[in-house]
């Protein structure tokens, strides 16, 4: 079994359900108390043994690349200031080999994995949607990694969404269930409630191998019109193990506003620079 050492961050989306703020800045590198979106997914995949970061970027999205390298001229003003640099030093601290490929059409999240394939090659990898801030300890990937080590194959993460929601995701149809981990009989790219075979929704962790490659080849559109990775996954289900794994982590979905919104809360609470202030705020001290 081979080990998860490349994972894929689709990032060429244009974020545009948080207008104004993404017209001119890359939704992923918003910030989450005083860290973009992208270098909490990318600390995540780091921490779970990952070596390359494959970034599916597109127009406007230099600054995610340039964000993970040094800052020469900033570092030096801050020397000569004599100011602290631990602030910038966690941006660029062993984040292993980082590389970028182009989506230049935006015509889904299965076209822009299939962008990679020549990066990912015949290793297993994983993809991380910097949208869904995954929060836990251990963080959600490693979780994950943690469960393939058992099982190879196919892993997604899953949590249980209301029943009106099923038309926002992918849906898992479950089969045996072992403590987190269930077995994957059938996904379903956003069915309607009553067409959806469970409230098991896919949230933005996968495991996947190389064959998803093959079946994503065929650029067929589904749900939306647009090349649907849940559609060539299922074609994986029977022919490779394929599970879902229900990590214990908390999911803030930071590709709308309220979620962002919430997501900075949250963390907020939880950074002893700025809790206390918030706890004032939210108590009528402020």
């Known amino acids: 079994m081979k080990p998860i050492r490349k994972a894929i961050f689709p990032v060429a989306g244009l ?54 390298d040094m800052a020469y001229e900033l ?50 990898f994983a993809v991380l949607l910097p949208d869904d801030l995954m929060v836990g300890r251990p963080g959600a990937l490693k979780q994950m990694v943690e469960a393939y080590s058992r099982l190879g194959g196919n892993l997604v993460c899953t949590q249980e969404v209301a029943s009106e929601r099923t038309a926002q995701y992918g849906i898992i149809d479950p089969g045996k269930r072992d403590g987190n981990v269930t077995e994957v009989r ?10 959806a075979p469970s409230r098991q929704a896919i949230v933005g962790r996968y495991i996947l191998q190389p064959e998803v490659m093959d079946k994503l080849a065929s650029h067929e559109t589904g ?5 649907q990775l849940t559609d060539a996954m299922v074609k994986l289900v029977g022919e490779q193990p394929f599970h879902a794994v229900s990590v214990d982590a908390v999911r803030h979905d930071c590709g709308n506003k309220a979620g962002f ?20 705020y939210l108590d009528g001290r402020a």
């Not at 059938?186 to 067409?195: G, L, R, S, Y």
């Not at 749900?223 to 090349?227: D, L």
């Not at 919430?262 to 620079?273: F, K, Q, R």
Request: some cysteine.
């Open 15 to 68: 974020g545009t359900r948080l207008l104004p703020a993404t017209k001119t800045m890359p939704k992923e590198m918003l910030t989450i108390v005083d860290r973009p979106l992208i270098q909490y997914a990318v600390d995540e995949a780091r921490e779970a043994g990952v070596e390359q970061l494959i970034f599916v970027t597109g127009r406007g999205k230099a600054s995610l690349v340039d964000y993970f």
């Open 75 to 124: 570092e030096h003003v801050l020397d000569e200031k004599g100011k602290t640099k631990d602030s910038l030093s966690a941006s660029r601290a062993g984040y292993g080999e980082l590389v970028s490929v182009r989506q230049q059409q935006p015509l889904g999240l299965g076209h822009a994995i299939w962008c990679a394939r020549r990066i990912v090659g015949d290793e297993p």
């Open 186 to 195: 059938h996904m379903i790219e956003k069915p309607q409630p009553d067409e």
């Open 223 to 227: 749900a939306g019109g647009e090349i």
């Open 261 to 280: 919104v919430l997501a900075n809360l949250a963390m907020g609470l939880e950074d002893p620079e700025v809790a206390a202030s918030i706890r004032d």
